[in-house]
């Protein structure tokens, strides 16, 4: 009788450990974050710690979705591509804390404040910008969206591109002294759209 053998390829493993390695990555964060508030250890300004913590992961897993292209370029990585969704809406989970914690702890559901703020305070005006555009992305993620929107569901999800430069704008808007870690965060980005021009020029 032949009996067959289970074949282990490092792909099949890829796969199978992979997401959920990749999820549980970028979930912990915000579980460091939890555990940081529930057990008192934030610095003497919780709410502050709380939105600079939820901003600074929204802005990096931009940054990272939008670099998986142009590294699956750059390696011929083509697995890559499968995480960018997940990636890409854990950069709007993140973005969605960021602004819930600003909406209930800075302002307590004061909608003619938070309004207010959304107006005249450019850097917020600028972040709130991107969070829309990262809103519409996140509703449309779904398999039943793509089919539905057909072509024009590529061109709207070039919107990542806008709403990371907001993103970074309301960084750098919003810093007062020390300018360096938006500067790198700009400067990441300006990589990353140029290596997608590259892409683009080649082609
Ligand atoms: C894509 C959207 C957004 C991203 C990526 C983002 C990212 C960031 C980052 C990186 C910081 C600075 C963190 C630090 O200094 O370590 C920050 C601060 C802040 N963000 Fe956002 N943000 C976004 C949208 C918003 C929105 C929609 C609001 C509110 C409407 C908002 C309100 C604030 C506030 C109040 C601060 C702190 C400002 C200060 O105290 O100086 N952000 N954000």
């Known amino acids: 009788m032949h009996i067959k053998k289970p074949q282990f390829s490092a792909e099949k493993l890829r796969r199978f450990l992979l997401k959920p390695v990749l999820f549980l990555l970028a979930s912990s964060p915000a579980g ?18 709380l939105t600079y913590r939820s901003g600074d992961w929204a802005l990096r897993f931009l940054l990272i979705t939008l670099a998986l292209s142009p590294l699956k370029n750059a390696t011929g990585w083509t697995f890559l591509i ?13 973005v969605l804390l960021h602004f819930l914690i600003w909406l209930a702890l800075d302002h307590y559901w004061e909608f003619s404040e938070i309004s207010e703020d959304i107006v005249k305070r450019p850097y917020i005006t600028v972040g709130f910008s991107a969070f829309i555009m990262l809103l519409a992305l ?10 539905k929107l057909g ?5 709207l999800h070039q919107l990542i591109y806008p709403a990371a430069v907001l993103a970074v ?15 790198i965060y700009a400067g990441v980005l300006v990589f990353l759209l140029l290596a997608r021009r590259i892409k683009e020029t080649q082609k």
Request: no cysteine; aromatic share 16%.
């Open 151 to 155: 072509r024009n569901w590529k061109k």
């Open 82 to 94: 499968r995480y960018r969704r997940m990636l890409g809406l854990f950069a709007f989970f993140y």
């Open 138 to 147: 996140a509703l449309t993620s779904t398999r039943k969206a793509m089919r």
């Open 32 to 49: 460091w974050l939890l555990y940081d508030a529930l057990n008192g250890q934030l610095s003497a300004n919780p709410i502050e710690d």
């Open 169 to 183: 704008l309301h960084y750098l808007w919003l810093v007062k002294a020390d300018i360096l870690q938006p500067l």
